[in-house]
Structure formats: C-alpha cells, structure tokens
C-alpha cells in the first residue's frame, strides 16, 4: 500500500526551507556590509571639527586684534572662524602673485631661468631688501627663479614689485585670481605703493579664500609640474615666520608658507601679522591653513604663539583623522 503526502504539507516545508536559507544568506551580507559604521565616523568627524573650532575659538577670544582663521581637509572648507572680514594680506599677496608670474611662464613656455634687467631705480631703499643688499648697485640682470626666490623664501619687497612689473600691474594678479575663480581677494597695491601711501590695508582677502587658493595650487590644477614642484620647494623653504605655523610642530614636520606682517603704527597696533600655507602629516595627506591676525595690540611673540597653536591644534586633531 502506498502513503501519500499531502500537497499543502510538501509546499509547507518548501517555504520553510526557503526561508530559512534567505535568513542565512541575509545574515551573511550584514556581516560584511555594514553602513553604520560609515555614518557614525561622519557623525563624529563633525562633532570633532567642531570640537577643533572651539578650541579655536577658545584661542583667540582673548587675544586683542581681530582674528581670522579658515583651514581645509581635502577639497572642503573644515574650519573658519571670522572669516567676513576682509584682512590686510601684507606679504601673503606674494603667494598669489608667484602664481601669476609662473602662470604666464608656463603658457608661454617659458623657462624658469629667463632673465629680467634690474635698475638702480628698482631697489627702493627704506623697505625689506635682501636683494638691495646683496646686489645695492643695480644694473643687472637676473633670473625669474631667483627673483621668485627672493620673493617668497626671503619676502622681500623689491623682488616682488620687480614681478609685478614685469607682469604689467597688481591688476595682472587680479586677473589671475579672477581666471582662476577665486574671489574674496583683493590685490591692487605694490610693496611699494603700500609704503608711500602708508596704507598697508590696500591688499586684503578673507581666510577662506586663501585656503582655496592654496588647494587648488596643492591639487596641481594651476601649473604643470615643473613650476608647480619649483614654487612648493620654495614655500617648504620659507626662512621667515619660523615661530608662526612652524613654531610647535613636531620637527622636521613640512610646512610650505608664506608669512606676512606689518610695522606697528603710532598707538602700537600691528596692522598685520600673518602666516599662510600647508602643513603635511606623517601620513602623506596635508591641510592648508591661514591665520590671520589684524590691528593687533599685542606684542610678536604672543601673535606667533597664537598662530603655532592654532596650527599645533589643527595637526593634532587631522593626524588622529582616519582616512576613508
């Protein structure tokens, strides 16, 4: 005698089976894809950036000037503190102005090495001069390379104005933002113009713009590799500034900057004292930073001390920042 099986009993067993194994499978997946992870680490990073930005906060409450900071991480703004206010730029405005000259270097293909005539009337005295000094007889030629050197390693103002001139006027550097699709930067004044007209507030920008331009030049968009690698290697080489972002880092930590800072004018105040630029982590990534401190009433240490701590706090806070 034969035993049947009921057909409702068989498909019964057949969903059982068949749930079971997409549990399994389901459970499987989980265990390796799981997303909260990922999103919990962009919740923290936030509230750890915003962490950071009260420690900057707390840094610059009581230092009396005005204080603007922006830093980046990658290709978005991470931190800006007052940044609506636009700073008097003082010798920051070299960085862009090397952009602008190597630029044209580089579309007309040019080499680093072409020469410029320098007169006696091109050394103005009464101003920071490294060349002046070096060379204070004129009449002489010498290459863009060494002039871009003195320029941003040394900050010296002759060799800058040299440039500008040979590069037509500060509107040359303005255009050059403008073609770039930076805004938020002012250039129209010479080392030299700022210096007879005792205004030192004519080129200003805002902190958050600085750090765009500085990542754009970092993400090697704005020149090919062989000005682009030229101006880095000078920026890593600033002599001036040591105690500004450099001053609390780790040694041998690669900052490429370019500093700025004023006289002080009748009542005391520094109209300005700046430091701008990137700062590498052991890892190989980077962040750009720019301080800037405007009608500061205190003194050149406690400016710098401000500027190394403010850049000691952003180091230290990316170097614990996983990469994702």
Not at 10 to 25: H, M
Not at 247 to 274: E, F, I, W
Request: hydrophobic share 35%; with cysteine.
């Amino acid at each position: 005698m034969k035993t049947y099986i009921p057909v409702f009993l068989l498909l019964f067993i057949f969903c059982i089976s068949c749930r079971t194994a997409t549990n399994s499978s389901t459970t499987g997946d989980n265990r390796k894809c799981k997303q909260p992870k990922k999103q919990a680490a962009g919740v923290t990073s936030r509230q750890d950036n915003a962490t950071l930005q009260n420690q900057i906060k707390t840094l610059i409450r009581t230092h009396r000037a005005k204080v603007g900071v922006a830093i980046r991480f990658g290709d978005k703004e991470t931190i800006i503190c007052n940044d609506s206010t636009r700073y008097a730029m003082m010798s920051t405005f070299k960085f862009p102005l090397a952009l602008a000259v190597l630029s044209k270097l580089d579309k007309k293909q040019l080499p680093l090495e072409t020469e410029i005539y320098v007169t006696p009337s091109d050394l103005h005295p009464n101003t920071y001069s490294p060349l002046r000094d070096t060379r204070p007889e004129g009449s002489f030629k010498i290459s863009i390379s060494e002039l871009l050197r003195y320029t941003v390693t040394l900050s010296d103002n002759n060799a800058c104005d040299i440039l500008i001139h040979y590069l037509g006027s500060p509107a040359a550097i303005q255009d050059y933002l403008t073609r770039t699709g930076i805004s938020g930067i002012t250039i129209v004044a010479t080392e030299n113009t700022m210096h007879q007209q005792e205004n030192p507030y004519l080129n200003h920008c805002r902190p958050s713009a600085m750090t765009e331009l500085l990542e754009k030049f970092l993400s090697k968009t704005l020149l090919s590799a062989p000005y682009q690698n030229f101006l880095e290697k000078l920026m890593l080489a600033t002599s001036t500034g040591a105690d500004k972002l450099k001053g609390l880092l780790p040694p041998g930590t690669p900052v490429g900057h370019k500093t700025g800072s004023s006289d002080r004018n009748a009542n005391g105040q520094k109209a300005g004292d700046n430091d701008v630029g990137f700062i590498r982590l052991p890892d190989g990534r980077y962040f750009t930073i720019a301080v800037f401190i405007m009608d500061s009433a205190e003194d050149d240490k406690a400016n710098a001390l401000l500027i190394a701590r403010i850049a000691r706090s952003a180091y230290e806070h990316y170097n614990q920042t996983p990469t994702h």
